[in-house]
Nanobody, 114 residues
Framework: QVRLVESGGGLVQPGGSLRLSCAASGRIISFTTMGWYRQAPGKERELVAIKTGGGNTRYADSVKGRFTISRDKAYKMVYLEMNNLKPEDTAVYYC????????WGQGTQVTVSS
């Protein structure tokens, strides 16, 4: 019933930018928490950015000042603006939505390389 679909990934050069989008649909009308995680090959999944009820926002130290998370007023879409991308940002990026239960998208690949 609940689906999350990410888009916007791709191949960029170091210093470039990408904007990721995640659209939620299903019986749950809105989500208190929405955010982004990423997982690089051979590494654990890590938090990138997240927004919770009340508009609270948290970023991983490695992306502060470079990435910006935002979402729509209906709390059904979330975005990640990524600037000054670095090779270490290369990973599969996953959308998270939570309203009691947790829901995950299938992920979108971001590759930063010359």
């Amino acid at each position: 019933q609940v689906r999350l679909v990410e888009s916007g990934g791709g191949l960029v050069q170091p210093g470039g930018s990408l904007r990721l989008s995640c659209a939620a649909s299903g019986r749950i009308i809105s989500f208190t928490t929405m955010g982004w995680y990423r997982q690089a090959p051979g590494k654990e999944r890590e938090l990138v950015a997240i927004k919770t009820g009340g508009g609270n926002t948290r970023y991983a130290d490695s992306v502060k000042g470079r990435f910006t998370i935002s979402r729509d007023k209906a709390y059904k879409m979330v975005y990640l603006e990524m600037n000054n991308l670095k090779p270490e940002d290369t990973a599969v990026y996953y959308c998270l939505a939570r309203e009691g239960a947790e829901y995950w998208g299938q992920g979108t690949q971001v590759t930063v390389s010359s």
